[in-house]
Structure formats: structure tokens, C-alpha cells
């Protein structure tokens, strides 16, 4: 059973960067990956997806702020986050997805998810 581990959250003050990590432990070239994230209280939501050709869908709410990108030859998403608001804190999840719909019912499989804070 492949495995997801994110790493890369943390504390940052507003307006402050963080790159968010997500190491697979087995070949996730053919899926589409995604991120999500979800706040005390809240749905979980979709942050970004990328496709296995590489097209990425995003969030209106991190479009501009947020880069997702996959490394296949090293199993790994990463998510670049810049201009970070108080509203992005929350815990952060890497997900293999089945098609190309940034849904959490188009997950199969989730990572435990690395938490990141953001200060004002």
C-alpha cells in the first residue's frame, strides 16, 4: 500500500513563504495529486491538483499565491505557498487523486497532513 508523508509546515508571520513537501512511497506518475487543507471547524477543501500531464487546477482563494508542482522521477508534491494570510492556517493534506476534479470524494488515498500557522 503506497504511503503519503507531507513535511514542510510551521509557524510563519503574515505575508511570509513556506513550501510544503509530500514524499510518496510508491509511483504516482499517473495520477493527478492534490493538496487540501482543513481548519478546526471546517470542510476539508481543495487547495491545488496537478495532473499527470502537469496541468494544475487551483483554488480561487490561493490563485497567484500558491504553486503546485510534482517531481515523478522522486514521487514528490510540493506546494509553494507565498503572500500567506492568517486564513491559511490550517492542516495541510497531500491526496492521490482518481480523476482531475479537485473534490475530496476524488481522493483515494490521504497523507496525515503537516500543520501550518500563520501569525498577523
Known amino acids: 500500500q503506497v504511503q503519503l508523508v507531507e513535511s514542510g509546515g510551521g509557524t510563519v508571520e503574515s505575508g511570509g513563504s513556506l513550501r510544503l513537501s509530500c514524499v510518496a512511497s510508491g509511483n504516482i506518475g499517473a495520477y493527478s495529486m492534490a493538496w487540501f487543507r482543513q481548519s478546526p471547524g471546517k470542510e476539508r477543501e481543495g487547495v491545488a491538483l496537478i495532473a499527470s500531464d502537469g496541468i494544475s487546477t487551483y483554488a480561487t482563494f490561493v490563485k497567484g499565491r500558491f504553486t503546485i508542482s510534482r517531481d515523478n522521477a522522486k514521487n514528490t508534491l510540493n506546494l509553494q505557498m507565498n503572500s500567506l494570510k492568517p486564513e491559511d492556517t490550517a492542516m495541510y493534506y497531500c491526496?492521490?487523486?482518481?480523476?482531475?476534479?479537485?473534490?475530496?470524494?476524488?481522493?483515494?488515498?490521504w497523507g496525515q497532513g503537516t500543520q501550518v500557522t500563520v501569525s498577523s
Open positions: 491526496a492521490r487523486m482518481r480523476n482531475r476534479q479537485l473534490s475530496v470524494r476524488s481522493a483515494d488515498l
